[in-house]
């Protein structure tokens, strides 16, 4: 389709919102996109309609198909409030939570939701204010709800805003109902939605429902003998403004943590993120505040969650006395190598528990499970995935933990999406662990390295915004996956694994065999004889298109370390540039 077939779609659909039973600011904002000379930004609001990806409905936030405002929010409500009512004809009532999070128009998005929920003769249980995602996911399986929904844009900058959906056993919608949904809201027409819903339909949770996710977070402790030895432990926290403000210092509080500095000027609640340019805990520049205050005070941890609260981010204090972000492969690895061991030794393996990651985490994870007896599945990215493995095997096998790459981590099953109240209160409880070995955080993972091999990981990502940037990242994996690199980082290439096919291709032998995924997903990754792992995938939820990089080396003694580390990081760098071209 050329540029010309695009404006004069995109103008139809812009007019139909301007002559259809939108609000009046809708319609001047679409006027003034159509008026002016440059039409980039009413192509990229109407060239499309938000779908759901990985992390379901997200983008910027303001007029058109392709933003979110009440009308893109409101035919997801209307298109889920039919679904529902078809999948669950059989019941006498259907019922919904609704959490969000922070962010500019997240209760407005909240309150419109639960009035169309209502106006379908829904049952909605609304919290009063911002709750973490994970707490959505609780209330849902507490309650007894078919689903759920949160308004969250999770990590992504103030002009985003999100809307993720969720099934009866608290997870993220997956296949079939989440492309049955999508069916459903794609015949939703702005006449058909339903707003005026009946008040009476919507009861407002608060305090009691954060008491009882509590209670189920602290049964997560494995020590807490250890606990009661080192209650003060210099923990920093920030919310980076979001909704972990005050669940957080809460769980922490619960395990029996009594030492948690706060960063004041994070502390504010705020959908402008006034005090970082991204509230991202990946990100060093959104942890600045937090690490000047661990130096203050000389802190143990310092950590901090995303808007949501499912994402965490830690920084440890490393043996020159830096404090040091770890990454999240780190992360994950040391909340494995923990738990793994604790359940060990508190006599809790019986031979039927398994652990989750995902594709694009460190292989690492797997070695630790292999060595321990203990059963390891890999998921594609998104939490969503690995909850579908905890619903597979519910009743047959034991769910230890699981997570992925991007900060996320799932220390038990009571929630069915990543979870950073309990994580934050888990991974202070393994500092306080490592602290009664004589060890730090960061000695740990050495000490993990030593025992399981040297992993380092890095990931990059290019952005390309627009239905341009779309075409771009179709045509750069179109690319990969037909001319595939020979060699990587002076290692010849041994496998290549094509999620869009299932197919793996051993490039030695050129035998081919099958991936052992329920569904296809547009990945690829590439494995070197010398162990070397590369994964490409476009975002699901974002303009982007990520490169994720792991080379593997042997750890002798910790002394080695910095040398080891720099010899993998000049490695991956070098990889890097012969695969991604800005």
């Given at each position: 389709?050329?540029?010309?077939?695009v404006l004069v779609?995109?103008?139809?659909?812009?007019k139909?919102?301007?002559?259809g039973?939108?609000?009046?600011?809708?319609k001047?904002e679409?006027s003034?996109?159509?008026?002016?000379e440059d039409?980039?930004?009413?192509?990229?609001?109407f060239?499309?309609?938000l779908?759901?990806?990985?992390?379901?409905?997200r983008?910027i936030?303001?007029?058109?198909t392709?933003r979110?405002n009440?009308?893109?929010v409101?035919?997801?409500t209307?298109?889920?409030?039919n679904?529902?009512k078809?999948?669950?004809?059989?019941?006498?009532?259907i019922?919904?939570a609704?959490?969000?999070?922070?962010?500019n128009?997240?209760?407005?998005?909240?309150?419109?939701?639960a009035?169309?929920?209502?106006a379908?003769g829904i049952k909605?249980?609304?919290?009063e204010?911002?709750?973490?995602?994970?707490?959505?996911?609780?209330?849902?399986r507490?309650?007894g709800?078919q689903?759920?929904i949160?308004l969250?844009?999770?990590h992504?900058?103030k002009e985003?805003?999100?809307?993720?959906?969720y099934w009866?056993?608290?997870s993220?919608?997956?296949?079939?109902?989440?492309?049955?949904i999508?069916?459903e809201?794609e015949n939703v027409?702005?006449?058909?939605?339903?707003?005026d819903?009946?008040?009476a339909?919507?009861?407002?949770m608060?305090?009691?429902?954060?008491e009882?996710?509590l209670?189920?977070?602290?049964k997560?402790?494995?020590?807490?003998?250890?606990?009661k030895k080192?209650?003060?432990?210099?923990?920093v926290y920030?919310?980076?403004?979001g909704?972990g403000?005050?669940m957080?210092?809460?769980?922490?509080?619960k395990f029996g943590f009594?030492?948690?500095i706060n960063?004041?000027?994070?502390?504010v609640v705020?959908?402008?993120?006034?005090t970082v340019?991204?509230?991202?805990?990946?990100?060093?520049?959104?942890?600045?505040?937090?690490?000047?205050k661990?130096?203050e005070?000389d802190?143990?941890?310092?950590?901090a969650?995303?808007?949501?609260?499912d994402?965490l981010?830690i920084?440890?204090k490393?043996?020159k006395?830096?404090?040091?972000?770890?990454?999240?492969?780190?992360?994950?690895?040391?909340?494995?190598?923990?738990?793994?061991t604790k359940w060990?030794?508190n006599?809790?393996l019986?031979?039927?528990?398994?652990?989750?990651?995902t594709?694009?985490?460190?292989e690492?994870?797997?070695?630790?499970?292999?060595?321990?007896?203990?059963?390891?599945?890999?998921?594609?990215t998104?939490f969503?995935?690995i909850?579908d493995v905890?619903r597979?095997?519910?009743?047959?096998?034991?769910?230890?933990?699981g997570?992925?790459?991007?900060?996320g981590f799932?220390p038990?099953?009571?929630?069915r999406?990543?979870?950073a109240?309990?994580?934050?209160?888990?991974?202070?409880?393994?500092?306080?662990?490592?602290?009664?070995?004589?060890?730090?955080l960061?000695?740990?993972l050495q000490d993990?390295y030593?025992?399981?091999?040297f992993?380092?990981?890095k990931m990059?990502?290019i952005?390309?915004?627009?239905k341009?940037g779309?075409e771009?990242i179709?045509q750069?994996?179109?690319e990969?996956?037909?001319n595939?690199?020979?060699?990587?980082g002076?290692?010849?290439?041994?496998?290549?694994?094509?999620?869009?096919?299932l197919?793996?291709k051993n490039m030695i032998?050129g035998?081919t065999t099958?991936?052992?995924?329920?569904e296809t997903?547009?990945v690829l990754q590439?494995f070197?004889?010398?162990?070397s792992?590369?994964?490409?995938r476009?975002?699901?939820t974002?303009p982007?298109?990520?490169?994720?990089?792991?080379?593997q080396?042997?750890?002798?003694?910790?002394?080695?370390?910095?040398?080891?580390?720099?010899k993998a990081?000049e490695?991956?760098?070098?990889?890097?540039?012969?695969?991604?071209?800005?």
């Open positions: 389709m050329s540029n010309q077939d779609q995109v103008e139809q659909k812009a139909t919102w301007l002559e039973n939108y609000s009046e600011e809708i001047a679409i003034r996109m159509m008026e002016n039409k980039t930004e009413l192509i990229d609001s060239y499309k309609d779908e759901f990806g990985t992390g379901g409905l983008g936030m303001g007029a058109g392709n979110m009440i009308y893109t409101g035919a997801a209307q298109g889920l409030s679904y529902l078809k999948a669950f004809a059989h019941l006498d009532e019922k919904v609704i959490g969000h999070d922070c962010r128009n997240s209760r407005l998005f909240a309150e419109t939701s009035k169309i929920f209502a379908n909605v249980y609304l919290f204010d911002l709750r973490p995602t994970p707490e959505l996911s609780f209330a849902i507490h309650l709800c689903s759920g949160i969250t844009a999770s992504n900058p985003y805003n999100g809307y993720k959906a009866e056993d608290g993220q919608v997956v296949a079939p109902h989440d492309k049955n999508i069916t809201v027409t702005v006449d058909d939605i339903k707003f819903g009946d008040a339909k919507i009861e407002i608060g305090a009691e429902i954060d009882l996710f209670n189920e977070s602290v997560v402790s494995l020590a807490q003998d250890i606990i080192w209650h003060d432990l210099k923990i920030t919310p980076i403004h909704t403000v005050e957080i210092p809460a769980a922490l509080r009594t030492n948690i960063v004041p000027e994070q502390d705020s959908g402008d993120f006034p340019i991204s509230p991202n805990p990946e990100e060093a520049t959104a942890m600045k505040m937090a690490i000047e661990g130096k005070v802190a143990d941890l310092i950590m969650s995303d808007p949501d609260a994402r981010g920084v440890v490393n043996d006395g830096e404090y040091e972000i770890v990454n999240g492969n780190q992360t994950c690895l040391l909340f494995t190598y923990y738990l793994i060990k030794e006599g809790l019986t031979g039927k528990e398994f652990v989750v990651k594709i694009v985490t460190t690492l994870i797997a070695e630790i499970a292999n060595r321990n007896n203990v059963e390891y599945f890999d998921t594609y998104g969503k995935y909850a905890i597979e095997f519910e009743g047959e096998k034991k769910y230890i933990g997570g992925e790459e991007s900060f799932l038990s099953d009571f929630v999406d990543k979870d109240v309990t994580a934050c209160a888990l991974i202070a409880e393994v500092a306080a662990w490592a602290k009664d070995k004589g060890k730090s960061y000695q740990l993990i030593l025992e399981y091999g992993s380092k990981e990059k990502y952005v390309r915004k627009g341009e779309a771009e179709q750069m994996m179109y990969l996956r037909n595939p690199p020979a060699t990587l002076g290692s010849k290439m041994a496998i290549v694994k094509d999620y869009s096919t197919e793996v032998s035998e099958k991936i052992d995924q329920k997903s547009n590439f070197t004889e010398d162990g792992k590369v994964s490409v476009p975002s699901g974002e982007k298109i990520k490169f994720y990089f792991e080379v080396d042997e750890l002798k003694s910790r002394e080695e370390f910095d040398a080891v580390d720099a990081n490695k991956i760098d070098g990889i890097m540039n012969e695969l991604v071209k800005e």
